[in-house]
């Protein structure tokens, strides 16, 4: 037998080896399709991940800012600001590398990781974040190439042309600064576009490996300088604010103890290019724009031949050396150079090294390089907003054009176009803060996706970079957050609020994906703990809330009472049920799958909040009783069971040819049951279903002609003209006595209690809140005690804390008419009015004590029984009853409350039943019937 399966099992592999071969050689770069036999994922480990991070975070900051840190904090808070910087950059890089290992990453970088891990809302909204960072980020590179130019080849304000040194040919001023800029980022405009390109992807990457070459060069240089090059003297502009006013000198000293313990401890002076005063969160914020470059290697992602390999080896690799080159640099100019030195000369490396234009040439060399990396990073993030259609088809419709060999040279335009108009703040110090916040918040943002990710505990998220745990992603939010509001608490709240609004937009504007959402994970996690948490056993009357299993046989005709049920739940339990005919037996898969898509839709159409269960049954009795036993988990289940009402009225498909507020056709719900098709329950089996729930603990409730309840009309627009004249209505009418027991005059049982309590819920909600509850108090005309028991009523409805109308009915006639019809029946003769009402009391006095030995034997053993109903009603009784009801009803109330009663204990009296339950509620407009069996108020805190 195994031999005969090898065959087939190796054609099986080789033909998913195949697969994925061709799958390889087909689907390219951003998952566009590339010409077979073309490779354009080339990039490795070093040349892909390690060399432009390294470039990215050792550029500005290694070479003109390591000065102007030192001398401002001094050693001790500079050596702080570093491994604060590197802790959160550590946190924020071990989150980098688990999600880069948990799967096949594609173009975007961080902006990908983000919205596959949070979704298209949070992950937009970081990613035009990130964006604007990156852009952000290359005009500050370019604004400290233009200062290491201007020092070297320009005349200083401050003197003539003819006193300028030798290669000082170049005039100075805020205008000259931007054109000095916007040439020097044209030219990474061109080189980044012949990158782009398939012959411009080679020379893009041996030209990066060249400037790594220059830029490794020239810091083997500087360091070899603090050692070999002997004291001298630097003269130096003394500045009044921005402009220079004399010079002083300053002294290099070489490695000297006496000159590390000068500058151990923080100076904050005003910053020479800017004029502001310096402090920590300032010093740091230009300080951690070196450390900003971690992402360079993520945002090649689209390039890269093996992602989840290069990210993490790379990007940890470049963060250990540039961490170990920083602070090493920082202790040899803290030994090495005077307090003055470091604070009024940013370009002193050049000035002390063995040949100073060495260091001038790795400045612009790594300068240019980081640049370039920020500007094809910024286009990378943004061509990836673009293809994923967030803000919509046309918002990004250009960023989306491309070479024919794919590559994203709108992008780019864009980006550079942005970068340049950020050229015009004109000084590097200027922008250092927003750039920094811009970073620390995507940092916080990659920490957090990688949290939610671990804390969802999916079974998918197995990354192969284990060397991380929440914690450290707690600590790497943290951290950012923190500094964030450090350097600029306006900054701060400001890019959270932009971040929001996008988050906002995005929301409105993105179009259903598929990436999965991580909210759904968790939300599953602690929904699932919680319920674990719900015991039934502690539940109580206090907190009782409507948990309703609402059966639709055909949604499109029940859109009414479906969403009257929605505004009746009071933060509970909503489900909607369905049961379709028939058997698996002999079906190749389940049919209610393709229905559920349907009847989501639907639920999302009608704006509620519900659940759908659907289920499969041989009748829609036992499907009901299915339902009934299996719905919810736990603590969370159905009390209540609604029905809409059993007659032969017409229904009305509210679903098909109608348009919305925008006059866009609805949708037509294919799947969902048509109105003209026939019935699959019977009047005996409704009945019977009815009977089930009460057998099952479960209330009970029918709902009545409410395709004839307009909400929008009645609660929306309606309820303004109402508030002007709260008497007068809307009204709830609730009639708490069971009508169809002339011989029962109590009104505090528990399915009145039941009736009263889902009427003072429906207040409650918001929609019903100008609605007013009426209530109707059924008594004898002239009745001594009819004060009384009205006064019992209120006294009872204030414990209870509802308030409503109390109206009194007299409906002696009535009675007296069900007694009089009864006894005719019985003798075959009308006897006079006053006979009947003698005979009347003597039956009234007969019920009263048999009223006690009823109650007792409605319970035995623990299981409740339904005797029959004692009165023999006639139509006529029930007709009488019905015009009582509509004459009480002005106004005419927007719904009516009425008592439901229990079925009878002889099934061949089940049609008889549901032609009373006919009779007492027909055209008194929407209607529900309810019979309550739980317990469900209570007076005591």
Not at 793 to 804: P, Y
Request: with cysteine; net charge neutral; aromatic share 10%.
């Amino acid at each position: 037998m195994a031999d005969e399966k090898a065959p087939l099992l190796n054609y099986r592999l080789t033909l998913s080896r195949e697969s994925i071969n061709a799958s390889s050689e087909i689907v390219g770069k951003d998952g566009r399709c590339c010409p077979q036999g073309k490779t354009p994922k080339k990039l490795g480990v070093i040349f892909g991940v390690v060399i432009p991070t390294f470039l990215s975070m050792f550029s500005v900051v290694g070479f003109l800012r390591i000065g102007f840190v030192v001398g401002q904090a001094g050693l001790y808070q500079s050596i702080v600001m570093f491994l604060v910087a590197y802790f959160i950059i550590i946190m924020t890089v071990l989150s980098v590398c688990a999600i880069s290992t948990n799967g096949a990453l594609a173009a975007g970088g961080a902006y990908y990781m983000i919205s596959r891990a949070l979704g298209p809302e949070f992950g937009g909204s970081i990613g035009i974040m990130f964006f604007f960072a990156n852009v952000c980020g290359s005009a500050f590179y370019i604004l400290g190439l233009v200062e290491a130019v201007t020092s070297a080849f320009a005349i200083p304000e401050d003197l003539e042309a003819n006193q300028a040194g030798p290669y000082q040919v170049l005039p100075s001023g805020y205008w000259w600064h931007v054109l000095y800029g916007t040439v020097l980022l044209f030219l990474c405009l061109i080189v980044c576009l012949v990158g782009l390109c398939e012959v411009g992807a080679h020379i893009y990457a041996k030209a990066t490996f060249v400037i790594f070459i220059i830029v490794t060069t020239v810091l083997a240089s500087v360091l070899i300088s603090f050692f070999i090059v002997k004291p001298k003297g630097v003269i130096l502009p003394i500045h009044s604010g921005v402009n220079a006013t004399g010079q002083i000198g300053a002294n290099y000293t070489r490695l000297r103890l006496r000159t590390l313990e000068s500058n151990l401890w923080p100076d904050y002076t005003v910053d020479y290019t800017t004029g502001a005063m310096m402090s920590f969160t300032t010093v740091f914020a230009v300080m951690f724009n070196g450390c900003t470059g971690i992402m360079a290697g993520s945002n090649m992602s689209g390039d890269l031949k093996n992602p989840s390999y290069s990210i993490p080896r790379g990007t940890l690799a470049a963060v250990v050396i540039t961490f170990i080159t920083y602070n090493l640099m920082s202790l040899l100019a803290a030994s090495s150079c005077e307090r003055c030195l470091l604070q009024k000369d940013y370009s002193f490396l050049a000035d002390i090294n063995i040949w100073k234009p060495l260091v001038t040439i790795g400045i612009y060399s790594s300068t240019m390089s980081a640049a370039m990396s920020n500007l094809i990073g910024a286009s990378r993030v943004l061509y990836a907003l673009s293809k994923d259609s967030l803000f919509g088809g046309v918002l990004l419709a250009f960023a989306r054009k491309t070479s024919l060999s794919g590559n994203p040279w709108a992008s780019v335009l864009i980006s550079w176009a942005l970068a340049q108009v950020v050229l015009f703040s004109g000084k590097l110090n200027t922008i250092a803060g927003i750039v920094t916040i811009s970073f620390l918040l995507v940092y916080a943002a990659v920490n957090l996706a990688c949290l939610a990710l671990e804390w969802a505990s999916a079974p998918n998220f197995r990354p192969s970079f284990r060397l991380f745990t929440w914690h450290t992603c707690v600590l790497g939010i943290l951290g950012c957050l923190v500094m964030m509001f450090m350097i600029s608490a306006i900054y701060a709240f400001a890019s959270i609020a932009f971040m929001l609004l996008l988050l906002l937009l995005i929301h409105y504007l993105c179009p259903t994906n598929n990436w999965g959402y991580i909210s759904q994970a968790l939300i599953f996690h602690q929904v699932r703990k919680y319920l674990l948490m719900l015991d039934v056993r502690k539940d109580h009357v206090k907190f009782w809330r409507p948990q309703l299993l609402l059966m639709v046989a055909n949604p499109r005709s029940a859109t009414g009472l479906i969403t009257f049920i929605n505004d009746l739940k009071k933060s509970g339990l909503f489900v909607l049920g369905h049961v379709q005919l028939g058997l698996l037996d002999g079906l190749p898969t389940d049919p209610l799958q393709n229905c559920y898509d349907s009847w989501l839709s639907l639920v999302d159409h009608l704006n509620i909040k519900a659940f759908v269960n659907l289920t499969l049954a041989d009748s829609v009795r036992h499907g009901i009783q299915n339902l009934l036993f299996i719905t919810g988990f736990g603590g969370m289940r159905p009390n209540t069971l609604v029905l809409g009402f059993y007659d032969d009225c017409t229904p009305e498909d509210l679903l098909e040819g109608k348009t919305n507020a925008h006059g866009e056709q609805r949708l037509s719900f294919p799947n969902l049951r048509r109105v003209k098709e026939t019935k699959h329950l019977q009047a005996e089996e409704y009945v019977s279903v009815i009977a089930d729930a009460i057998k099952m603990g479960k209330n009970v409730t029918l709902g009545r002609y409410f395709d004839h309840l307009n909400r929008e009309e009645v609660v929306g627009s309606g309820h303004k003209c109402w508030a002007r004249s709260r008497r007068t209505g809307p009204f709830v009418d609730v009639w708490p006595l069971n009508l169809l027991r002339p011989d029962n005059c109590g009104y505090v049982d528990t399915c009145s209690l039941f009736l009263l309590q889902l009427a003072s819920v429906l207040h409650e909600s918001r929609a019903w809140k100008q609605t007013r509850l009426r209530l109707f108090l059924c008594v004898e005309a002239g009745w001594s005690l009819q004060a009384e028991e009205e006064e019992k009523l209120r006294g009872m409805l204030k414990e209870l804390r509802i308030s409503a109308q109390v109206e009194t009915v007299a409906w002696d006639q009535v009675v007296a008419l069900h007694w009089q019809r009864k006894r005719e029946n019985e003798t075959g003769s009308r006897k006079p009015d006053e006979q009947v009402e003698k005979e009347v009391e003597l039956i009234e006095e007969e019920e009263g004590m048999h009223k006690e030995q009823e109650e007792e034997e409605a319970v035995e053993d623990g299981v409740q029984r339904f005797p029959n109903n004692a009165a023999q009603l006639t139509d006529e009784y029930i007709s009488a009853v019905n015009r009582l009801i509509r004459q009480h009803g002005a106004p005419p109330p927007v719904v009516r409350f009425l008592y439901l009663p229990r079925p009878p204990a002889d099934t061949n009296r089940y049609q008889a039943y549901l032609q009373q339950l006919d009779l007492l509620c027909r055209d008194l407009g929407p209607t529900l019937l309810i019979h309550g069996i739980t317990p469900v108020v209570t007076t005591q805190l």
